[in-house]
């Protein structure tokens, strides 16, 4: 045995050990326990449940003056970062203001926006073509997550569809650099792995390039050459070059192995820029050619911090790198050759500093400045000229946004001490009650993902109503390295999932007031709606109240009933059903609802691709039987979370009301 096969042996006997430990650890499930991890239902998406359905859970309206407070809210927003056009005169970006994202065009910096698309599906602009001739656009109908590739003329016009089938995810990957082509992929031939293919932009010809099994997308392009990655879970990922000539592929990074790799093409033939959480435990940044070191490139602040995002333009000038500080982004520029900083001159403060899409040149880039205290300013910086332009203007119609509460990085401890990082945004008017307010605790989705501070009408709206509002990154989370990230792994979840509960009893003994507890609401969506309901029945009464959105109810129906190109992505997230049963059934929420003893409400899109509804309506016939207060809605043209302006007002509306009905 090599010394990679004797590592690989000794860190799963060690996997399993700590799964048997955790197991032993935990409470014993409920006599149902077998039975809650049978498949209830089959299926995804609107069709997998009736109109009767869709029908009975069809959200009520909210009354005429809360709809206008909360859509007075949602008017407060920042149009997309957007991509700019070769020459730098125009910027096409996303904005919302017609209800649902359509694509806009400004032809100079604040001008007056051209609306380029319109209708009722979302639609985004993902690239201008080389040449400056063309826009490339993506367009999803109904939160299907389905999205459809088109072309369309600069000047505005008929879409010209390059491929938009049903049931099919074609997605935007990048144009060669002559602008004669442009590449995408698509799940059309099986619905689990992806095909890349390429379209010949004058022709309006479509080819296949390459066909394998799994989860491939293209990572970088250059002149007859492709990087391409397949992710084989989560967070691993494996990447090869491929010659569009010969139509070889030749592996690169992480074949035989689950790491965490990101890769571009570097400014000479053969070297690569690379990120990667090896061997640090933290994501660092890397230059690299085959057969040799990695060899580390210096940035400031990055020691114990990931790197977040990198990128370069097109003629690899300059490259952009992104670094996430406890949840704060901050960004810098270097010479692609010779790695020498280079100055961009942010304003402060910032919560985060944000790059955008570079022009093919490299002279131009879109950046974004996100103050605490307002929407986002995007604009463009020139480096011949050595300046910041703002182009675009955020909305605050009507609104003092000097009065939003900013969010404070603070800690709790779990319970065997170690300090989890949380955002909380304090009514002024709370500092001095004699009765604590109360309180609203956030989990976020992913669970690959990470709470941030930032502007947020949302949680400002809750502010205002007299909420605290608390934002944990638990382990599991993103931003904090390597081993907080896969803390929660698998049957690993056991031993952290207590995260959970250790929030609520922090606060309710730290937070108390004159002998008096704060009460404490759940919320979250996607793996947030998933904690929000192990907080309610695994950890009954440390709540007073939940609402999940887009939660996953049974871990073993869900990962039997995503979609086919999610499955495998998330068993390396939750485990496996096939050896990790034992464990999934002890983290699923439907084991523990006989426990479930505080108000309830649960949010569902019937289109989500992602958890199906049927986990919604699994978790709400379950709960039925405890007699609390309990409440689903279900947007019949919604996915994974509501996208619509109108929708969105519904979503919070009801979640306001919930809570003021519950924790006041």
């Known amino acids: 045995m090599n010394r990679r096969s004797l590592r690989a042996a000794l860190a799963l006997a060690l996997a399993a050990l700590a799964t048997a430990q955790a197991l032993a650890q935990a409470p014993a499930a409920p006599a149902s326990a077998a039975s809650s991890a049978a498949p209830a239902y089959r299926g995804l998406g609107a069709g997998s449940v009736t109109p009767q359905v869709l029908a009975r859970f069809r959200p009520a309206p909210l009354p005429e003056d809360v709809s206008r407070k909360i859509q007075a809210l949602l008017d407060l927003r920042s149009p997309g970062m957007g991509v700019l056009s070769p020459d730098g005169q125009h910027l096409f970006f996303s904005?919302?203001?017609?209800?649902?994202?359509?694509?806009?065009?400004?032809?100079?910096?604040?001008?007056?926006?051209?609306?380029?698309?319109?209708?009722?599906?979302?639609?985004?602009?993902?690239?201008?073509?080389?040449?400056?001739?063309w826009l490339a656009l993506e367009r999803d109908h109904q939160g299907e997550e389905n999205p459809g590739l088109y072309l369309q003329p600069v000047e505005g016009g008929p879409l010209r569809e390059v491929q938009h089938k049903k049931g099919v995810q074609t997605e935007y990957?990048?144009?060669?650099?002559?602008?004669?082509?442009?590449?995408?992929?698509?799940?059309?031939?099986?619905?689990?792995?992806?095909?890349?293919?390429?379209?010949?932009?004058?022709?309006?010809?479509?080819?296949?390039?390459?066909?394998?099994?799994?989860?491939?997308?293209v990572g970088d392009i250059a002149p007859g050459r492709l990087l391409l990655v397949k992710a084989t879970g989560s967070t691993g990922r494996e990447w090869s070059l491929f010659d569009e000539t010969t139509r070889t592929l030749t592996p690169l990074l992480g074949q035989g192995e689950y790491a965490e790799y990101?890769?571009?093409?570097?400014?000479?033939?053969?070297?690569?820029?690379?990120?990667?959480?090896?061997?640090?435990?933290?994501?660092?940044?890397?230059?690299?050619?085959?057969?040799?070191?990695?060899?580390?490139?210096?940035?400031?602040?990055?020691?114990?911090h990931d790197v977040e995002a990198l990128s370069t333009d097109r003629a690899r000038k300059r490259l952009y790198v992104s670094i996430n500080?406890?949840?704060?982004?901050?960004?810098?520029?270097?010479?692609?050759?010779?790695?020498?900083?280079?100055?961009?001159?942010?304003?402060?403060?910032?919560?985060?500093?944000?790059?955008?899409?570079?022009?093919?040149?490299?002279?131009?880039?879109v950046l974004g400045m996100a103050a605490p205290g307002q929407p986002r300013v995007s604009g463009v910086w020139d480096w011949k000229q050595a300046r910041f332009t703002p182009w675009t203007v955020p909305s605050t119609p009507e609104m003092d946004t000097r009065r939003f509460v900013p969010a404070v990085l603070e800690t709790y401890p779990a319970r065997d001490g170690t300090p989890i990082p949380m955002f909380v945004r304090r009514p002024p008017a709370c500092a001095n009650a004699a009765t604590p307010c109360p309180v609203l605790v956030h989990f976020h989705g992913g669970p690959e993902g990470q709470s941030k501070p930032g502007f947020s009408p949302v949680w400002q709206m809750f502010v205002e109503a007299g909420f605290v509002v608390v934002e944990p990154n638990v382990r599991g989370s993103t931003g904090y390295g390597q081993?907080?990230?896969?803390?929660?792994?698998?049957?690993?979840?056991?031993?952290?999932?207590?995260?959970?509960?250790?929030?609520?009893?922090?606060?309710?003994?730290?937070?108390?007031?004159?002998?008096?507890?704060?009460k404490v609401g759940v919320y979250g969506g996607s793996y947030?709606?998933?904690?929000?309901?192990?907080?309610?029945?695994?950890?009954?009464?440390?709540?007073?109240?939940?609402?999940?959105?887009?939660?996953?109810?049974?871990?073993?129906?869900?990962?039997?009933?995503?979609?086919?190109?999610?499955?495998?992505?998330?068993?390396?997230?939750?485990?496996?059903?096939?050896?990790?049963?034992?464990?999934?059934?002890?983290?699923?929420?439907?084991?523990?609802?006989?426990?479930l003893k505080a108000p309830l409400m649960i949010i569902q899109g019937a289109n989500d691709p992602r958890v199906p509804v049927g986990e919604s309506l699994l978790m709400h016939e379950a709960a039925q039987a405890r007699g609390v207060p309990l409440e689903l809605m279900i947007f019949a043209d919604e996915g994974h979370g509501a996208s619509s302006r109108a929708n969105q007002a519904l979503q919070f509306g009801h979640m306001l009301r919930f809570f003021q009905q519950h924790l006041k």
């Open 173 to 217: 990957q990048g144009f060669s650099p002559d602008g004669r082509f442009l590449y995408y992929v698509a799940n059309d031939v099986k619905r689990d792995s992806y095909t890349v293919y390429r379209h010949e932009v004058q022709a309006g010809r479509s080819e296949a390039l390459y066909q394998g099994e799994g989860f491939w997308r």
């Open 262 to 304: 990101e890769m571009l093409f570097g400014p000479r033939a053969g070297r690569y820029f690379v990120t990667s959480n090896k061997p640090t435990g933290y994501r660092r940044l890397y230059q690299w050619a085959p057969g040799q070191a990695m060899v580390p490139v210096a940035l400031p602040g990055a020691a114990q």
């Open 483 to 518: 081993a907080w990230q896969d803390a929660d792994n698998g049957p690993k979840r056991l031993q952290v999932i207590t995260d959970i509960e250790d929030a609520a009893q922090h606060i309710r003994k730290a937070w108390a007031r004159n002998g008096v507890a704060p």
């Open 95 to 133: 904005w919302r203001v017609t209800g649902v994202d359509q694509v806009w065009r400004l032809d100079g910096p604040q001008r007056f926006p051209v609306q380029m698309t319109g209708g009722e599906d979302r639609t985004t602009p993902q690239a201008v073509s080389p040449d400056g001739r």
């Open 528 to 595: 947030g709606g998933y904690a929000t309901l192990m907080a309610m029945t695994r950890f009954a009464g440390a709540y007073d109240a939940g609402v999940s959105n887009v939660g996953i109810a049974n871990l073993v129906t869900f990962l039997e009933n995503t979609a086919p190109y999610r499955r495998q992505l998330r068993i390396t997230e939750y485990g496996d059903p096939a050896t990790d049963r034992e464990a999934l059934v002890q983290l699923s929420p439907t084991t523990w609802v006989q426990q």
């Open 325 to 365: 500080e406890a949840g704060y982004t901050r960004s810098h520029a270097l010479d692609a050759a010779s790695l020498k900083p280079l100055a961009l001159a942010w304003p402060a403060p910032l919560d985060h500093q944000l790059i955008g899409q570079p022009t093919d040149d490299g002279e131009r880039v």
